[in-house]
């Protein structure tokens, strides 16, 4: 919806501000510049594929002319590089793991995807904690694991949470920033777009926390290679 995303492009342009103006007071300070810098660009390729989301035309583009070549490795490194920015405000670690030289052919929508589940996980996250991802290679499939603490799904939400429009109610507890379109929209780029799937577990190893019981909740994206023409570096 428009208004989530006036709301979203205006928080990312506060947080750019802030870093400009930090910029500006430290360029004579010990903090290099260009570690400010480098944040700055970081918040431009997060708005972009906020941008990029918000175009729900090209979600489920099929248009062989439209589609590209996507390095996963490459472009999952980016966006967890972006977003550590974010992270880092309030205070989650972000760890990367694995590797791929692999490149798919498919709709340039593929930094979505990892744009909704990274912004998921650190929307969803309690502060002072760590969220994983781990990139695997399985026969004709690209395997990227996103885990972390997030808000208790219910038995009975657990087959929702794809739903367009659904909000379990423990995340709506935990903030009311959200439309219930992300998950949506990620599962229908897995599938439609690379021919593969997403989908969602939790364990009960978790802790409560300001009443809200968070539990280690995995999101697995697999990504079909075989569907079309595949190159190696």
């Given at each position: 919806?428009?208004?989530?995303?006036?709301?979203?492009?205006?928080?990312?342009?506060?947080?750019?501000?802030?870093?400009?103006?930090e910029?500006?007071?430290?360029?004579?300070?010990?903090?290099?510049?260009?570690?400010?810098?480098?944040?700055?660009?970081?918040l431009?390729?997060?708005?972009?594929?906020?941008?990029?989301?918000?175009?729900?035309s090209?979600?489920?583009?099929?248009?062989?002319?439209?589609?590209?070549?996507?390095?996963?490795?490459?472009?999952?490194?980016?966006?967890?590089?972006?977003?550590?920015i974010?992270?880092?405000?309030?205070?989650?670690?972000?760890?990367?793991?694995?590797?791929?030289?692999?490149?798919?052919?498919?709709?340039?929508?593929?930094?979505v995807?990892?744009?909704?589940?990274?912004?998921?996980?650190?929307?969803?996250?309690?502060?002072?904690?760590?969220?994983?991802?781990?990139?695997?290679?399985?026969?004709d499939?690209i395997?990227i694991?996103?885990?972390?603490?997030?808000?208790?799904?219910?038995?009975?939400?657990?087959?929702?949470?794809?739903?367009?429009?659904?909000?379990?109610?423990?995340?709506?507890?935990?903030?009311?920033?959200?439309?219930?379109?992300?998950?949506?929209?990620?599962k229908?780029?897995?599938q439609?777009?690379f021919?593969?799937?997403?989908v969602?577990?939790?364990?009960?190893?978790?802790?409560p926390?300001?009443?809200?019981?968070?539990?280690?909740?995995?999101?697995?994206?697999?990504?079909?290679?075989?569907?079309?023409?595949?190159?190696?570096?």
């Open positions: 919806p428009l208004e989530d995303l006036i709301h979203d492009v205006r928080k990312m342009n506060a947080n750019l501000g802030n870093i400009a103006t910029l500006e007071s430290k360029l004579k300070g010990s903090r290099d510049p260009e570690v400010m810098a480098g944040n700055i660009m970081a431009s390729q997060i708005l972009s594929n906020r941008l990029d989301f918000a175009d729900a090209d979600y489920f583009d099929d248009d062989e002319s439209r589609k590209s070549i996507n390095h996963v490795y490459k472009k999952l490194d980016k966006n967890i590089k972006a977003f550590r974010l992270a880092n405000q309030k205070k989650i670690t972000i760890n990367f793991s694995g590797n791929s030289q692999t490149e798919i052919r498919g709709p340039r929508t593929l930094e995807l990892f744009y909704i589940l990274l912004d998921n996980m650190i929307k969803y996250a309690p502060d002072n904690s760590k969220i994983d991802v781990r990139l695997e290679e399985n026969n499939k395997l694991l996103f885990s972390g603490y997030g808000p208790e799904i219910i038995q009975d939400e657990m087959a929702k949470i794809f739903d367009r429009g659904f909000r379990g109610r423990a995340a709506k507890n935990h903030t009311k920033d959200g439309s219930g379109i992300g998950l949506y929209v990620a229908n780029i897995a439609n777009g021919n593969g799937d997403l969602a577990r939790q364990t009960v190893d978790g802790y926390r300001k009443g809200i019981n968070y539990l280690d909740t995995v999101f697995e994206s697999r990504l079909e290679t075989g569907r079309t023409p595949v190159s190696r570096m």
